[in-house]
Antibody
C-alpha cells in the first residue's frame, strides 16, 4: 500500500520560501508522476505542479515554484519562494499515476500559514 | 486554463436518496474527468477516473457519466458515510483544474 507522508513547517514569514517534503513508502518513486496541490478557502483546489523526470508547473506559480526529487530517499519536495498571505493554504502531495492524470494517493496535508 | 463548474454548490439529501452532481468544462475534455470525495480534515480521495471507471474499493453505488463538456456523478442510494464534499477534476490539459466543489449535507 502506497503511503505519502508530508513534513515541513506550518508557519512561513512573508517573502520567505515555503519548503515541504513528501516521503513515499510502499512503492518506488520511479515511473510515476508526483505532484503538489494546495487548497485554500478562496481558491479551492489548485494544482501546483508535478515531477516525473521532467517538471511541469502551473503557469500562475511557475516563476516561484521548484519541485525536485531525491530517488535515494524516495522523497520529492516543493519550494515556493517569495510567499505572501495569498499562499496560505493546506498543501498536499499526491501521486498522479503513471500517465499523470488522476491523483490516486494523497499525503495527509500540511496547513501552511504565511504570517510574520 | 480549463474552467470546471459544478452544480449545485450544496445539496441537502437524506439517507437512501439518489443524488446527481453535475460538472461542466469550459472546453472539450473528452473523457478525461475524475471525481473526488473529501471529508472534513482529510485529503481528497479518488472515486472515479476517466469519467466512469470506479477506483478500487469504491462502492458500486457511485457512478459517473458524460463526455466532452458535461459530466455527472450519481450516488444511487446515499449512505451516512457519503455526506462530504465532491470535486471534479479535468485531466485533459495542464494545469489540471478542479471544480469548486459540491457539499452534500444531511
Amino acid at each position: 500500500q502506497v503511503q505519502l507522508q508530508q513534513s515541513g513547517p506550518g508557519l512561513v514569514k512573508p517573502s520567505e520560501t515555503l519548503s515541504l517534503t513528501c516521503t513515499v513508502s510502499g512503492g518506488s518513486i520511479s515511473s510515476y508522476y508526483w505532484s503538489w496541490i494546495r487548497q485554500s478557502p478562496g481558491k479551492g483546489l489548485e494544482y501546483i505542479g508535478y515531477i516525473s523526470g521532467s517538471t511541469n508547473y502551473n503557469p500562475s506559480l511557475k516563476s516561484r515554484v521548484t519541485i525536485s526529487v531525491d530517488t535515494s530517499k524516495n522523497q520529492f519536495s516543493l519550494k515556493l519562494s517569495s510567499v505572501t498571505a495569498a499562499d496560505t493554504a493546506v498543501y498536499y502531495c499526491a501521486r498522479l499515476g503513471v500517465d499523470g492524470t488522476y491523483a490516486d494517493y494523497w499525503g495527509q496535508g500540511t496547513l501552511v500559514t504565511v504570517s510574520s | 486554463d480549463i474552467q470546471m463548474t459544478q452544480s449545485p454548490s450544496s445539496l441537502s439529501a437524506s439517507v437512501g436518496d439518489r443524488v446527481i452532481i453535475a460538472c461542466r468544462a469550459s472546453q472539450d475534455i473528452s473523457s478525461w474527468l475524475a471525481w473526488y470525495q473529501q471529508k472534513p480534515g482529510e485529503a481528497p480521495s479518488l472515486l472515479i477516473y476517466a469519467t466512469s471507471s470506479l477506483q478500487s474499493g469504491v462502492p458500486s453505488r457511485f457512478s459517473g457519466t458524460g463526455s466532452g463538456t458535461d459530466f455527472t456523478l450519481t450516488i444511487s442510494s446515499l449512505q451516512p458515510e457519503d455526506f462530504a464534499t465532491y470535486y471534479c477534476q479535468q485531466a485533459s490539459t495542464f494545469p489540471r483544474t478542479f471544480g469548486q466543489g459540491t457539499k452534500l449535507e444531511i
